[in-house]
């Protein structure tokens, strides 16, 4: 079992840059995936990001690309995601959550979630 805290939302300006981290419990984070997700009003909760067990391996949605860092810190049992030139369509609230599998895009195959954090960019 793992319990997530995120953190680090807020209200922003199109252009600026957040930092979310996602604090985990437990001594089996190492062994999880981390992906990020987010959900708007109205819409369904979306892949955004994920990392694999070691961090050696990201992966992204194509509309972060190149925006959107994430990474992990499995000594610090914590997992980042680094957002730059942030836009509207980025506002959602965002999710960590923790993969005890192998797949990585599709949120009903994570275990274990974070309560979320809201971001909000002002165009």
């Known amino acids: 079992q793992v319990q997530l805290v995120e953190s680090g939302g807020g209200l922003v300006q199109a252009g600026d840059s957040l930092r979310l981290s996602c604090a985990a419990s437990?001594?089996?984070?190492?062994?999880?995936?981390m992906g990020w997700f987010r959900q708007a009003p109205g819409k369904e909760r979306e892949f955004v990001s994920a990392?694999?067990?070691?961090?050696?391996?990201?992966y992204y949605t194509e509309s972060v690309k190149g925006r959107f860092t994430v990474s992990r810190d499995n000594a610090k049992n914590t997992v980042y995601l680094q957002m730059n030139g942030l836009k509207p369509e980025d506002t959602a609230v965002y999710y960590c959550?923790?993969?005890?599998?192998?797949?990585?895009?599709?949120?009903?195959?994570?275990?274990?979630w974070g309560q979320g954090t809201q971001v909000t960019v002002s165009s």
């Open positions: 437990g001594r089996t984070f190492s062994s999880y995936i």
């Open positions: 959550a923790a993969n005890g599998g192998s797949a990585l895009y599709t949120y009903r195959d994570y275990d274990h």
């Open positions: 990392t694999t067990r070691g961090g050696f391996r990201t």
